[in-house]
């Protein structure tokens, strides 16, 4: 059975940094693409950061320059750097896989709280 697991999560204050990692398990086919999304109360899930097997990676608009996606291919784990929060980066945060043959994947989020 596909299981992802974030960790990482937690309350920090604006300006502060959190780490976020995800790891997988229960597949012995190739992860293709992870990436990272959040969803804030009363809105819609949204893309944070993906990347992709290769390394390649893109960000949305809004954490470009504040927060950084890496994997390790090895371990099947994608991490999300997040430094300079702020207020508005207050959600629950999901990891996402993509499993060749097997589709995709979330896991079960991490909640981040921003606040002073």
């Known amino acids: 059975q596909v299981q992802l697991v974030e960790s ?9 940094s959190l780490r976020l990692s995800c790891s997988t398990s229960g597949s012995i086919f190739r ?3 992870m990436g990272w999304y959040r969803q804030a109360p009363g809105k819609q899930r949204e893309l944070v950061a993906a ?5 390649s990676t893109n960000y ?6 504040r927060f950084t996606i890496s994997r390790d291919n090895a371990k099947n784990t994608v991490y999300l750097q997040m430094n ?4 508005e980066d207050t959600a ?6 993509d499993f060749a043959y097997l589709g995709g994947y979330w896991g079960q989020g991490t909640q981040v709280t921003v606040s002073a």
């Open 84 to 87: 300079s929060l702020k207020p």
């Open 92 to 97: 629950g945060y999901y990891c996402h896989a």
């Open 31 to 33: 992860v293709n693409a």
């Open 51 to 55: 990347i992709t097997s290769g390394g």
């Open 60 to 65: 949305a608009d809004s954490v470009k320059g």
């Open 8 to 16: 990482g999560g937690g309350l920090v204050q604006p300006g502060g």
